[in-house]
């Protein structure tokens, strides 16, 4: 049987880990776990979809949204458009699902649609 050691710890959540699970210290720690690692090293500016267009309202995208595998959209507004739209029957059924998705905030997402259907076709 063989056993597991757990040798070294993270400085930062001192949790007890073995040596292929330890990254090597930053910001003043000597050795740090894969999840501390990786908080403290992590950057919006360096991921791939940082100031990307947005599909929707063409605007460059600082947080994002996946709403179907690999594609992003900018906004919680952005994706309930893009949902209603790529989901409605006609342009006529688009405020219909967009109260299904988002009681609150039915008047303000009325305008995205019809930007979505101006610069953009649905797939």
Known sequence: MITRTYNYH???CKRPSAPDQIENGVEGYHQLCKS???DLIY???????WHKECYVCLTP???TYNIDSGFNI???????AFLAV??????TH????????CKQA???MLILPNLYFKFSVVP
């Not at 950057?43 to 979809?49: H, N, Y």
């Not at 900018?74 to 309930?80: A, D, F, G, H």
């Open 61 to 63: 995208m600082e947080e």
């Open 106 to 108: 039915f008047l303000f």
């Open 10 to 12: 993270c400085c930062k």
């Open 36 to 38: 501390c690692h990786k």
């Open 86 to 91: 790529r989901g409605a029957n006609d342009f």
């Open 94 to 101: 688009i405020p219909t699902r967009i109260w299904s998705y």
């Open 74 to 80: 900018c906004s919680e507004e952005c994706k309930y």
């Open 43 to 49: 950057r919006l500016e360096d991921q791939w979809w």
